[in-house]
């Protein structure tokens, strides 16, 4: 069952959520691949990932009454996918989860068999990409530029990498190839 499931992650910048609804776009409706939806600490906004918005107090008390399969802290925010969320695993579909570089080690110990989908981007459309956004001082810029670049997948994990250094359809057609090549992964 788990090896049904894509855990999707990589630095703030390399284009994830974009690359993610691109692949949404290019799926035909009948696919039996899901995209699960996070339950994160901050409000919903117009442009990105349209997911569940509580504050703070309500995701800490979800945490506690155990609703989440996974959650993690990254970069402020806290992020959760509910069980419900994972169902789709037990009917046979793929899934794909936006998950966090640092909740990696956790996912695989709870998740064996999982894949990895890492997106990332070159240092320079990195740092490109997130000082357009304005959120952050150069220095705390800079600072999550050189963490993406030191970072290293584990090498005991099953990982597929997409770097989105140029336009949306170049990464996506290698994302389609590396999807492609699971075994088990809807043709068409």
Known sequence: MNHRLIYVMGPSGAGKDSLLDWLKSKLP??????????????????L????????????????????FAMHWLANGRQYGVRHGELAPLRQQQWLLVNGSRAYLPEAL???????VLHISASADILRTRLLARQRETPEAVEARVQRAVAYSVP???????????TTLDD???????????LPGWPAG
């Open 29 to 46: 409706p009948q696919s039996p691949i899901r995209f699960s939806k996070r339950t994160i600490d901050r409000p919903l906004q117009a």
């Open 48 to 67: 990105g990932e349209q997911h569940e918005s509580v504050d703070s107090a309500t995701f800490e008390r979800l945490q506690k009454e155990k609703s």
């Open 109 to 115: 110990r709870q998740f064996e068999g999982l894949n």
């Open 155 to 165: 090498p005991t994990c099953h990982c597929m990498n997409v770097l989105n250094d």
């Open 171 to 181: 990464a996506g057609a290698v994302l389609m190839n590396a999807l492609s090549a």
